[in-house]
């Protein structure tokens, strides 16, 4: 596993705070109960190494977890119900400033629920990837909770989506943190980015 080693590094609420970019970094981004801490705690292999991104007061902070080769960063996300406009506004100058400017960041994973991709929070963060010509990786996570038939139909639903969009490069794959489906596949292609 090579993101074994990763542990909390700190957490920045803006970007002038942002640690040295003396590693390659490695987005993850999720619309509020995707299952986002759940697939870093899967890659990484720790129970709980997200749980630290949810305590209060860090859930709308940028999370750095580091380990000698790489970082991994938690974006924060949002819910369904509709956010006050000064709270999008911030969230977008923070992670949007983030995804435009970073120049360590090698590459962004959005966690969608399978039963629900490609929600607002989704698209928003796609435009970014778009706008400023970042690597992206989507997990599909909760394939245990489709039929494997409907969930490899999402997947293709999704993959047809993402390969319409220009200006980037964009993979997807299945993903499940209970049943640890894709675990591997999500960690090759992470290390790769690592590796570039
Ligand atoms: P986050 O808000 O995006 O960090 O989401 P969490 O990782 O906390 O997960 C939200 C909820 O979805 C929790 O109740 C998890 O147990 C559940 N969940 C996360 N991943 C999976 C999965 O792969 N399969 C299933 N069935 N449930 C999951």
Redesign the pocket.
């Known amino acids: 596993n090579p993101f074994v080693a990763a542990r909390f590094l700190l957490s920045v609420a803006a970007l002038p705070q942002l640690p040295a970019p003396d590693r390659p970094e490695i987005a993850f981004a999720?619309r509020?109960?995707?299952?986002?801490?759940?697939a870093l705690n899967t890659i990484t292999n720790k129970k709980a190494l997200?749980r630290v991104s949810k305590t209060p007061g860090r859930t709308q902070l940028l999370n750095f977890f580091e380990q000698d080769n790489a970082r991994l960063v938690d974006l924060p996300?949002y819910g369904y119900a509709k956010v006050p406009e000064p709270t999008r506004r911030q969230w977008g100058k923070l992670v949007g400033g983030y995804i435009e400017t970073r120049e360590s960041l090698v590459g962004v994973v959005i966690?969608m629920d399978i039963r629900h991709p490609l929600t607002d929070y989704d698209l928003q963060m796609l435009e970014w990837t778009q706008a400023y010509r970042r690597r992206v990786h989507v997990l599909l996570?909760?394939a245990?909770?489709l039929a494997f038939g409907a969930a490899k139909n999402q997947l293709l639903a999704v993959q047809k989506a993402l390969s319409e969009l220009e200006n980037v490069e964009a993979s997807a794959q299945l993903f499940?943190?209970?049943k640890r489906t894709g675990c591997e596949e999500a960690r090759k292609t992470l290390s790769g980015w690592i590796e570039d």
């Open positions: 999720g509020s109960n995707a299952g986002k801490s759940s997200a996300g966690i996570t909760k245990d909770k499940s943190s209970h």
